[in-house]
């Protein structure tokens, strides 16, 4: 048996011809979010295109909740102005105010509490859990399922705002064209009640513990953000509310529909909590979106 031998030089060039090793690590790693990143986007982006479906699906799941019912989500206007009413004659007795006054502030702050950012950030919790038969049988962006539980959220909430618009005209207080400055608020919240879907919606289908906890924590956040009480109550204490994120997202909208300017500051910090929601909402979503048909 012949054993063949190369001299040091011959070995040494072999190992300078031979291709250096590939290593692994925070390049791949960086490729790989980057790859769910656009993925994601490119999911956000296919839903866009087809908002007719999610805004069919939103409609035909009000029309689900409510059928066999005489009035439908009328329902819901006449629950929100019974509500308003007898809270707003109880706690302008309790506080020592004027229900003149009183009434038109804790109507619209109900409405955009109970109706708005509290009822879509429990409903984003089972946006995609709700979906499971669709996730499973039909191949579909699953940021349509995000578009129609916010689409269904803003068909119960115009159901609701008939009642502050009825208190305003009652009490003979109309806002005039500072109601508009509302519109770019709302546009906000449009963007923020996507995000929180795509946010707790995935983080709740692979935890199914989280939405008892988000419900209590938004019983929590009722007593502490001026909903049934007014800031101006607090006096000079009052410069802590702005540590509470929802009460900037109140503010924006409900100083128009009292016929008062937001202040910049709610604007700041509203504008920046949407950013982070955002990103937040944009990382989860990618993290999870390969396995969110299996967690449901």
């Known amino acids: 048996m012949m054993v063949s031998s190369s001299s040091p030089e011959q070995t040494f060039a072999a190992d300078r011809s031979a291709p250096a090793p590939q290593h692994s690590g925070e390049p791949e790693e960086w490729s790989a979010k980057k790859s769910r990143i656009l993925l994601a986007c490119q999911d956000i982006a296919e839903a866009c295109a087809l908002w007719r479906l999610a805004t069919t699906l939103g409609w035909l799941d009000v029309r689900l909740q409510y059928s066999g019912s005489t009035f439908g989500p009328f329902w819901l206007t006449l629950t929100t102005a019974v509500m308003v009413g007898a809270m707003g004659l109880i706690y302008s007795q309790l506080f020592h105010l004027n229900i003149h006054d009183y009434l038109p502030y ?11 950012l509290s009822t879509l950030i429990q409903e984003s919790c089972s946006t995609f859990t709700r979906a499971a038969g669709t996730l499973r049988s039909v191949t579909m962006p699953y940021t349509v399922q995000a578009l129609r539980t916010t689409i269904r959220c803003g068909i119960m909430f ?13 009490m003979g207080v109309w806002p005039g064209i500072t109601m508009l400055l509302a519109l770019p608020a709302l546009v ?3 963007l923020d009640c996507v995000a929180f ?4 919606g995935s983080v709740c289908a692979r935890f199914r513990d989280i939405p008892p906890i988000v419900g209590s924590l938004l019983q929590i956040l009722f007593y502490v953000t001026p909903i049934i009480w007014e800031p101006k109550q607090l006096g000079s204490a009052a410069w802590w ?3 509470n994120p929802f009460y900037s997202m109140l503010e924006i909208v409900r100083r128009p529909f009292l016929g008062q300017l937001p202040s910049g500051m709610a604007w700041l910090i509203a504008l920046g909590g949407s950013v982070l929601l955002c990103l937040l909402a944009l990382f989860t979503f990618s993290r999870s979106r390969n396995r969110l048909a299996f967690w449901v």
Not at 106 to 116: A, R, T, Y
Not at 197 to 200: D, Y
Request: net charge neutral; hydrophobic share 70%; glycine share 2%.
């Open 197 to 200: 879907c795509l946010l707790l």
């Open 106 to 116: 804790i109507s619209i702050s109900l409405i955009l509490w109970q109706n708005g």
């Open 158 to 170: 115009s159901y609701t705002v008939v009642v502050p618009v009825a208190v305003f005209i009652i």
């Open 188 to 190: 906000l919240w449009l």
């Open 241 to 243: 509310l702005y540590l």
